[in-house]
């Protein structure tokens, strides 16, 4: 790591903006801002706001059919 100005360590990478509030990140709970704003992610995860979109389990049986 290479020091900056009057010995202080250079970050390691830039600050972006916090995907749950639009505060600057912070190093400790990357990507977010805070504990709170993880854990509110955390929760939308869990409790199924977010999804990855696929076929569905009927398109899935009829495709592993006959050729």
Same mark, same amino acid.
Not at 22 to 37: A, I, L, N, V
């Given at each position: #790591?290479?020091? &900056? !100005?009057? &010995?202080?360590?250079? !970050? #390691?990478? !830039? ?5 749950? @509030?639009?505060? !600057? ?7 977010? @801002?805070?504990?709170? @704003? ?15 979109? &696929? ?9 592993? &059919?006959?050729?």
């Amino acid at each position: #790591m290479s020091a &900056g !100005p009057a &010995g202080a360590p250079t !970050p #390691m990478r !830039p600050t972006r903006k916090c995907p749950e @509030c639009g505060k !600057p990140s912070r190093r400790e709970t990357f990507p977010f @801002c805070s504990p709170r @704003c993880k854990a509110v992610d955390l929760n939308r995860w869990l409790s199924g706001h977010y999804v990855i979109p &696929g076929s569905s389990i009927e398109d899935a049986g009829d495709e592993s &059919g006959e050729a």
